[in-house]
């Protein structure tokens, strides 16, 4: 059932696309491929904290991993335009789907928003494209993982973009009480200490959100989205302790 929150998302209302999105919940693709529902679509929660991240934090370079039907690109790139950013491609978007799946309507969003000068595209799976970023140098700010949520491809994800943050730099992962994300989040909180440091999302939640059950849900590390701000080196000495997680 949509809460009060998921059905007046206010707090979207800086990028009319995404609250039309958010809204009808309903988007057709550029082949005329119609989607209801858009179960994928991230949640007003998971939205309103990226905005507030990166209106509070001013994240230069930006990543996520999933496009999907481009809520979260909407905030990221409307983001950088509010920041008064000249548009440089400096939010990057990875899906391999987009054109095939999704029928481009992330794209399409970005397009109808006029804000596509602001996203680099790369269709490919992450675990073959965050290597490459790498290679070439980039680093990012502000990192959002909401791709394959498979152990396996959110713990490849994990290490690579932590090689991609910043230093202070944050990284947000979706979905962080299902069981492949909260092992890869718990693998982060034993065995990675002073490499990054959890992040304390509170405030940064939408209006009322903010009360007893969040605090209770973050202590059972049940909350939907987790964020870690990256403290120290990425990488950690090859014989550094193991500690069960
Ligand atoms: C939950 S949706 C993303 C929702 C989107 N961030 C939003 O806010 O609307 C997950 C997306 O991840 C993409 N995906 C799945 N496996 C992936 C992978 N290995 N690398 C990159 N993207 C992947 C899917 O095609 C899908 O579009």
């Not at 057709?28 to 679509?41: A, R, Y």
């Not at 994240?59 to 335009?81: K, P």
């Not at 397009?111 to 680093?139: D, K, N, Q």
Request: with cysteine.
């Amino acid at each position: 059932m949509m809460t009060t929150i998921e059905m007046n998302p206010a707090e979207l209302n800086f990028c009319p696309v995404l609250t039309e999105l958010v809204q009808s919940r309903r988007a057709v693709g550029q082949q005329g491929k119609t989607f209801e529902g858009l179960g994928s679509l991230s949640s007003v929660n998971n939205l309103v904290t990226l905005r507030k991240l990166m209106m509070e934090f001013q994240s230069r370079r930006t990543l996520e991993i999933g496009l999907s039907f481009g809520g979260s690109a909407l905030v990221f790139a409307a983001s950088h335009h509010d920041l008064q950013r000249p548009a440089a491609r400096q939010h990057v978007a990875l899906d391999p789907f987009q054109k095939t799946v999704w029928d481009s309507c992330g794209l399409m969003a970005l397009e109808h928003a006029g804000l596509t000068g602001y996203v680099e595209f790369r269709p490919a799976y992450s675990a073959m494209e965050l290597p490459r970023l790498i290679e070439s140098g980039a680093s990012f700010d502000l990192v959002y993982v909401d791709g394959s949520h498979l152990f396996e491809d959110v713990f490849v994800d994990a290490y690579f973009v932590l090689r991609l943050l910043s230093p202070g730099g944050l990284v947000a992962f979706d979905d962080s009480a299902n069981r492949h994300v909260a092992k890869v989040l718990r693998f982060l909180r034993t065995n990675l200490r002073g490499l990054v440091e959890e992040v304390d999302l509170g405030r940064y939640r939408p209006v009322g959100g903010n009360g007893i059950a969040y605090a209770l849900a973050k202590r059972l590390h049940k909350v939907q989205l987790t964020a870690f701000r990256r403290v120290g080196p990425a990488e950690r000495k090859w014989d550094a302790d193991f500690t069960r997680f």
